[in-house]
């Protein structure tokens, strides 16, 4: 069992920034494929972007990709991954999850491990 604990969430206000977090302790995180999703209030679990085992490649969703300005990145001695995310708005409000994975994808069901979540709210 591969356990992932994300920090960084919170109640911010329009055009504020958030950096996210997702620990794995006790593992070699370079195993695994890491990815970020969003599931805002009656609505599907939505993917936000994915980074490479080695961090060389990455993908965002198209919805995020163009309005605001978002990184994924991972350290890979600190078993941590990270989005960092500018310019937020009131639709970006949801519950992150971080999730870790073997194959290249951006659905949710081929990511094998998922961590609680971390709520951000954004307000207008």
């Known amino acids: 069992q591969v356990q992932l604990v994300e920090s960084g969430g919170g109640l911010v206000q329009a055009g504020d920034s958030l950096r996210l977090s997702c620990a794995v302790p006790?593992?070699?995180?370079?195993?695994?494929?890491m990815g970020w999703f969003r599931q805002a209030p009656g609505k599907d679990r939505e993917f936000v972007a994915a980074?490479?085992?080695?961090?060389?490649?990455?993908?965002?969703a198209d919805s995020v990709k163009g309005r605001f300005n978002i990184t994924i990145s991972r350290d890979n001695a600190k078993a941590t991954v990270y989005l960092q995310m500018n310019s937020l708005k009131p639709e970006d409000t949801a519950v992150y999850y971080c999730a870790a994975g073997l194959y290249w994808s951006r659905d949710y069901g081929r990511y094998n491990y998922w961590g609680q979540g971390t709520q951000v709210t954004v307000s207008s």
């Open positions: 980074i490479y085992y080695s961090g060389g490649r990455t993908d965002y």
């Open positions: 006790g593992r070699t995180v370079n195993s695994y494929i």
